[in-house]
C-alpha cells in the first residue's frame, strides 16, 4: 500500500523559511517521481515543485529561486526547502507520486498547513 506522509509545516514570519518532509513507504519510491502541490483557500490546487526519479527538478514560476526540491532515496523522503516565504506562499502543501513517464499524480499524502504572517 503507498503512503506518503507530509512533515514540517508551521506559522512562520514573511521573509521566514521551513522544510517540509514528504516521506514514503510501501512502494519503490527511487522509481517514482515526486511532486509538492499547494491549496490555497478559495483557491485550485497548483503544482509547486517536481523531481523525477533521475533527480530533474521543475518549479512553479512563482517559487523559482526560494523553493527547492530534493530527494534522499536512501531514507525514502522529498524534501521543499522554502525560503523567503510571503504571505502568499500560504496553504496546505501535499505531495503526490507517480511512476516515472505517467500522466497523473495518482498517489497523495494528508497534506501539512503553511501560514506566512505579515
Known amino acids: 500500500q503507498v503512503q506518503l506522509v507530509e512533515s514540517g509545516g508551521g506559522l512562520v514570519q514573511a521573509g521566514g523559511s521551513l522544510r517540509l518532509s514528504c516521506t514514503a513507504s510501501?512502494?519503490?519510491?527511487?522509481?517514482?517521481?515526486v511532486a509538492w502541490h499547494r491549496q490555497a483557500p478559495g483557491k485550485q490546487r497548483e503544482l509547486v515543485a517536481s523531481?523525477?526519479?533521475?533527480?530533474?527538478?521543475d518549479y512553479a514560476d512563482s517559487v523559482k529561486g526560494r523553493f527547492t526540491i530534493s530527494r534522499v532515496n536512501a531514507k525514502n523522503t522529498v524534501y521543499l526547502q522554502m525560503n523567503d516565504l510571503e504571505p502568499e506562499d500560504t496553504a496546505v502543501y501535499y505531495c503526490?507520486?507517480?511512476?516515472?513517464?505517467?500522466?497523473?499524480?495518482?498517489?497523495w499524502g494528508q497534506g501539512t498547513q503553511v501560514t506566512v504572517s505579515s
Open positions: 503526490s507520486s507517480k511512476v516515472g513517464g505517467a500522466s497523473s499524480w495518482p498517489y
Open positions: 510501501g512502494f519503490g519510491f527511487s522509481i517514482y517521481d
Open positions: 523531481i523525477t526519479r533521475l533527480g530533474t527538478t
